[in-house]
């Protein structure tokens, strides 16, 4: 099992759907989990922190589950400005921010 | 307001050549870290470093080196460069969020 794999799409959705990923990590011991937005032939940033008991910024909804060890980030109302590649990252192991590994990224487009 | 400034953002490089992608933070974050990003691909770290004097390899060290004499700047070395190490090289640095250098595009021929 990949240490962190999302599905690389694209999804294609019109404006106005709501859309979700997922991603999964196979180390049980992750401590810290986000979700990272990358333009094309841009850097990524920071999109959102992913805390255990969920949380939720504007139009944007990011969950955790330990228990089956995924991530979830939910995009709702979604704007032609949201089509971009969704990179999921998670700790390695511990605290270390050293060990940070990325998922290869989800590919959203959204469309008029 | 600069945070993570990466040169050059662009370079061809024959296959031997050498040469140094530089990096500098102005943000006083003591973690520091360099990334490859290949074509689909996630972004795979090179070398990290957790304050000035301390660097530690990451998953896919080979054929790179880096230093951290300053807790700003954060170089890394491409020796005897391959097509291989044809990338988008992006540097980062942290305090728990990384903030990513716009990237340098490398191609060796």
């Known amino acids: 099992r990949k240490e962190v794999e999302q599905d690389p799409g694209p999804f294609n959705v019109p404006e106005g759907a709501t859309v979700a990923f997922n991603c999964t990590y196979s180390?049980?011991?992750?401590?810290?989990f986000f979700w990272y937005r990358q333009d094309c032939r841009k850097e990524p940033k920071l999109l959102m922190s992913v805390y255990s008991s969920g949380n939720e910024d504007g139009r944007f909804t990011a969950q955790l589950n330990r228990a089956s060890q995924y991530i979830s980030l939910l995009i709702r109302d979604s704007k032609l400005s949201d089509s971009a590649t969704y990179l999921c990252?998670?700790?390695?192991?511990?605290?270390?921010?050293?060990?940070?590994?990325f998922g290869k990224g989800t590919k959203l487009s959204v469309k008029p | 307001n600069a945070g993570v400034t990466q040169t050059p953002k662009f370079r061809i490089l024959k296959i031997g050549q050498s040469m140094t992608l530089q990096c500098t933070q102005d943000?006083?974050?003591?973690?520091m870290y360099w990334y490859r990003q290949d074509p689909g691909m996630g972004l795979k770290l090179i070398y990290y470093?957790?304050?000035?004097?301390?660097?530690d390899k990451g998953e896919v060290p080979n054929g790179y080196n880096v230093s951290r004499s300053t807790t700003e700047d954060f170089p890394l070395r491409l020796e005897l460069a391959a097509p291989s190490q044809t990338s988008v090289y992006f540097c980062a640095s942290s305090t728990g969020e990384l903030f990513f250098g716009e990237g340098s595009r490398l191609t060796v021929l």
């Open positions: 990252v998670v700790n390695a192991w511990g605290g270390s921010q050293g060990n940070l590994i």
């Open positions: 943000m006083n974050h003591n973690y």
């Open positions: 470093s957790v304050g000035a004097g301390i660097t």
């Open positions: 180390n049980s011991a992750s401590q810290s």
